[in-house]
T-cell receptor, first 115, second 114 residues
Framework: EAQVTQNPRYLITVTGKKLTVTCSQNMNHEYMSWYRQDPGLGLRQIYYSMNVEVTDKGDVPEGYKVSRKEKRNFPLILESPSPNQTSLYFC??????????????FGSGTQLSVL | DQQVKQNSPSLSVQEGRISILNCDYTNSMFDYFLWYKKYPAEGPTFLISISSIKDKNEDGRFTVFLNKSAKHLSLHIVPSQPGDSAVYFCAGGYSGAGSYQLTFGKGTKLSVIP
């Protein structure tokens, strides 16, 4: 089944404790992206990647890191999480990221709480 | 600067009636628009899209209308069903610098009452 898989689904952590949220897709997509969803703010892009070893900042990259060492994986790293990073996170992928009207496929989300 | 605006946070509609979800945008660079639907505890899923060169696109019960001069688009669901109850996100996209970027609105929560 074609899908984007995120882990974990739920995560509670404390301020300053490094964490990684994993994302994997099995559709051989070149484009991958991370979003966060906050009440009243909708979906905002954190980082995106056009291909292996190519990443770029989205609208709200501060406090996050990403890496794209393999085509299928795109982990989101919070080196020193803070309470304002408490949010619902979504990973997404699409075929190439350059196709007009290309659809994004989303994972099921990771609810992160930073205490 | 909010480039995509969904000014109604929520909407309630009776089953069988029409649901109209609205979206306004400010970025003239957008050359296509998409609607995504999101159920609780799931990721958003693609619903329907429209090119900026068209003014209407239809897919079953779902129709999206685009008014470029007003920078406004709307999603019509006819007839509405209880299973349509979800949060709907409008997104504008454009191709620039070798990649396309989507900007999402804040979402509208649709409740279809049986």
């Amino acid at each position: 089944e074609a899908q984007v898989t995120q882990n974990p689904r739920y995560l509670i952590t404390v301020t300053g404790k490094k964490l990684t949220v994993t994302c994997s897709q099995n559709m051989n997509h070149e484009y991958m992206s991370w979003y966060r969803q906050d009440p009243g703010l909708g979906l905002r892009q954190i980082y995106y990647s056009m291909n292996v070893e190519v990443t770029d900042k989205g609208d709200v990259p501060e406090g996050y890191k990403v890496s794209r060492k393999e085509k299928r994986n795109f982990p989101l790293i919070l080196e020193s999480p803070s309470p304002n990073q408490t949010s619902l996170y979504f990973c997404a992928s699409s075929l190439s990221g350059t196709g007009w009207g290309e659809k994004l496929f989303f994972g099921s989300g990771t609810q992160l709480s930073v205490l | 600067d909010q480039q995509v605006k969904q000014n109604s946070p929520s909407l309630s509609v009776q089953e069988g009636r029409i649901s109209i979800l609205n979206c306004d945008y400010t970025n003239s660079m957008f050359d296509y628009f998409l609607w995504y639907k999101k159920y609780p505890a799931e990721g958003p899923t693609f619903l329907i899209s429209i090119s900026s060169i068209k003014d209407k696109n239809e897919d079953g019960r779902f129709t999206v209308f685009l008014n470029k001069s007003a920078k406004h688009l709307s999603l019509h669901i006819v007839p509405s069903q209880p299973g349509d109850s979800a949060v709907y996100f409008c997104a504008g996209g454009y191709s620039g610098a070798g990649s396309y970027q989507l900007t999402f609105g804040k979402g509208t929560k649709l409740s279809v009452i049986p």
